[in-house]
């Protein structure tokens, strides 16, 4: 409808002697309005320096296919309002039922390279609710991109050098010695706690035996040992959660190839590395930055940002049009500086889009949720997941934008009602299915439903939801623009919320037969929807709840 809207708007502006210029379309703020709306004469009041309600006026006298509408509307300053006529609307709901996810993705990539990089979690402990809400967005963003044209990669950054890791090592082996009997060993004062280390310290021991090893080489084994084993639970983990990634890259690696080093040579030659007071810097100030950033501490030691700046280099360097990282809000601070990376290389800043995700409050009928014995200082994912299902934890995830705050009920996500948002949405299309049974059961023939007489759905519910089914293309196209796949969320909630009480007030199975296919074929256009919503967020389709 839009597509169709943009089109006779444009042959209607060049009727009037100019280029149409960027057409905005957009859903009116109120029903009564009408089904799509444009500021199109507004934009063009400069051009032919007319009053905006004028043009309005020439561009809706020039509009050849007017039988598309059922009226047209001019409102305030200049608005033109569109409602669509019922013939037209019905003919879009056959395509819709004919074509599938076809009629309803947007092609807007265009074959668009993306790379987004999402969770990379420490390997130093379990996956806890910040790192799963990072995990949601992640995998819904990059199926919503991949299902818009784009070409999208997937990966994880492995924080596998480092203090981090080198302070897990210490941990593990410390509990490991504790262990073989020396409990007076000391455990490092910011060390790893949490159930999870003494069972790291006793699968370590269970392979290396009781043999004390010197103090450095046995810190460093249980290292070895305990990241790796981490980084196998992190995995196990998004598996659960039905996340997957294309790539894993190893922070180590860029140091074992020279990359990091590389990173720093080729930023020197460009002027951007300086050194000063036994440091080496990176000129962050010459792009906006507030204080340039070390690089190379007086001791020789990279900081952070050094592997930071060869991984972003990397990820220039294999040719992707747009690179997206996911990171926790706590880290926006680091935007700056890694945009200054991106154009100390070549690249303007917007290649980087950095996406932040805030902090999830777990509670329990309204109040805060202890911490996790196992974790020691959160809840982990997985705790969350074994209570409430992986599907209803995503899918609470995308109930808000990442970059707000998250309450997650753990009672709310377990009831049965409307209250619960991820049951509401996925009860409506086992629903659906339980209807189609039913009509099969009753001997009603549910092939060919786009042949069904449309016409017959001319209750106002029905109008309603059969322009919710239509405007969902334009919901997953601004969605994949602004990179914003918990619209696609709010979306199933409101369909979810108009076929209920339609399902309570109407019966889908009547006596009438041309009626109970009609129905049938809205039934089965909401279901389409539906699993394609569900797709883009990764989420089941149950067919019976």
Same mark, same amino acid.
């Given at each position: ?20 210029? %960027?057409?905005?379309?957009?859903? #009116? ?13 507004m ?7 007319? #009053? ?12 050849a ?42 092609a ?17 402990? #379990? ?11 992640g ?26 890791v080198? $302070? ?24 790893? !706690? ?11 021991r ?12 046995? @810190? ?12 196998e ?24 190839k ?5 990173? @720093? ?36 030691e990279?900081?952070?940002?050094a ?11 294999? +040719?992707?049009?747009? $690179? @997206?990282?996911?990171? +926790?809000?706590?880290?926006h ?14 690249? #303007? ?12 409050s ?45 309450e ?34 009753? +001997?009603?023939?549910?092939? !060919? ?18 322009k919710?089914?239509l ?6 196209? +601004?969605?994949? @623009? ?36 009609? !129905? ?22 149950? %067919?019976?709840?």
């Amino acid at each position: 409808m839009k597509k169709k809207l943009h089109d006779i708007i444009e042959q209607a502006v060049n009727q009037l002697g100019v280029s149409a210029p %960027e057409i905005v379309i957009e859903l #009116p703020k109120e029903e009564s309005f009408g089904d799509l709306a444009t500021p199109a004469a507004m934009s063009l009041s400069k051009i032919l320096k007319k #009053p905006p309600r004028k043009i309005a006026e020439d561009i809706v006298n020039a509009i050849a296919e007017k039988d598309v509408f059922e009226k047209i509307d001019i409102a305030g300053p200049g608005f033109i309002n569109f409602t669509f006529s019922k013939q037209y609307i019905y003919s879009e709901l056959k395509s819709l039922i004919n074509e599938g996810s076809g009629f309803l993705r947007a092609a807007v990539g265009k074959g668009r390279r993306i790379q987004i990089e999402f969770v990379s979690a420490n390997p130093t402990g #379990p996956l806890h609710l910040g790192h799963g809400r990072g995990a949601a967005v992640g995998a819904a963003l990059s199926n919503l991109l991949n299902a818009a044209g784009y070409k999208v990669e997937k990966e994880f950054y492995v924080n596998d050098a480092g203090r981090q890791v080198s $302070l897990l090592g210490e941990s593990v082996f410390a509990r490991y010695i504790q262990l073989c009997g020396n409990e007076s060993y000391p455990f490092p004062e910011d060390g790893y !706690r949490g159930d999870y280390i003494t069972g790291l310290a006793k699968e370590y021991r269970e392979k290396v035996g009781d043999v004390c090893r010197d103090l450095k080489n046995g @810190i460093i084994a249980a290292r070895e040992f305990a990241y790796k084993k981490m980084l196998e639970v992190i995995k196990q983990d998004l598996k659960e959660f039905n996340v997957t990634f294309d790539t894993w890259q190893s922070e180590r690696e860029l140091y074992e190839k020279g990359e990091v080093a590389q990173a @720093i040579s080729d930023l020197k030659k460009r002027d951007y590395i300086y050194e000063e007071e036994g440091a080496v810097w990176f000129r962050s100030t010459a792009f906006g930055d507030d204080k340039d950033r070390v690089v190379v501490k007086k001791d020789g030691e990279h900081t952070y940002f050094a592997p930071d700046i060869a991984y972003h280099r990397k990820k220039i360097q294999k +040719g992707f049009d747009e $690179l @997206i990282d996911i990171w +926790g809000a706590d880290h926006h601070g680091y935007i700056p500086r890694m945009q200054a990376v991106i154009q100390a290389l070549g690249y #303007p800043k917007e290649r980087l889009k950095v996406l932040l995700v805030q902090i999830v409050s777990l509670l329990r009928g309204g109040k805060p949720v202890q911490m996790s014995k196992r974790a020691g200082e959160f809840v982990t994912l997985k705790e969350v997941m074994d209570e409430v299902g992986a599907d209803t934890t995503k899918f609470i995830f995308l109930t808000r934008r990442p970059d707000s705050h998250l309450e997650f009920d753990l009672e709310l996500a377990k009831a049965q009602s409307s209250e619960n948002p991820v049951f509401y949405v996925q009860y409506a299309n086992a629903r659906i299915n339980s209807i189609f049974a039913h009509a099969k059961e009753q +001997g009603i023939n549910i092939e !060919r439903l786009q042949d069904a007489y449309f016409s017959l759905l001319s209750l106002p519910e029905e109008m309603r939801i059969i322009k919710k089914l239509l405007s969902y293309q334009m919901v997953f196209e +601004g969605a994949a @623009i602004a990179h914003e796949p918990h619209r696609i969320t709010f979306y199933l909630q409101e369909l979810a919320g108009m076929f209920h009480p339609y399902y309570h007030k109407y019966k889908v199975v009547t006596d009438d037969a041309k009626l109970t296919t009609a !129905r049938l074929a809205l039934c089965e256009a909401i279901r389409i929807v539906l699993k394609d919503g569900f797709e883009i967020l990764g989420l089941s389709a149950p %067919e019976r709840m």
